[in-house]
């Protein structure tokens, strides 16, 4: 199993991305979609994370200004970024747990002017 995240790039302050990951190969049941951030020298966080059903939860820092979404026909997870800022700028990883967590490699997102 893959997941393979996309949709990453330099966008200036107050402007927006679409983020995507797709998961490939024999994948069943998944549970929880999310994606978490790591900034340079900081600890890896949650960003966002949405269930088979639909109820989703936000780091406070997001709330508002990301959404989360997923198609689980497509086994594919969105993430909705609008108003970034420069402390958005993280390389953004993509996760899906069924019985094992498995992990995007990570897409850079920079938030710059």
């Known amino acids: 199993v893959q997941l393979q995240a996309s949709g990453g790039g330099l966008v200036r302050p107050g402007g927006s991305l679409r983020l995507s990951c797709a998961a490939s190969?024999?994948?069943?049941?998944?549970?929880?979609m999310g994606w978490y951030r790591q900034a340079p020298g900081k600890q890896r966080e949650l960003v966002a994370i949405i269930s088979r059903g639909g109820s989703t939860n936000y780091a406070d820092s997001v709330k508002g200004r990301f959404t989360i979404s997923r198609d689980n026909a497509k086994n594919t997870v969105y993430l909705q970024m609008s108003s970034l800022k420069a402390e958005d700028t993280a390389v953004y990883y993509c996760t899906m747990v069924t019985h094992i967590q498995y992990w995007g490699q990570g897409t850079l997102v920079t938030v710059s002017s």
């Open positions: 190969g024999s994948i069943f049941s998944i549970n929880a």
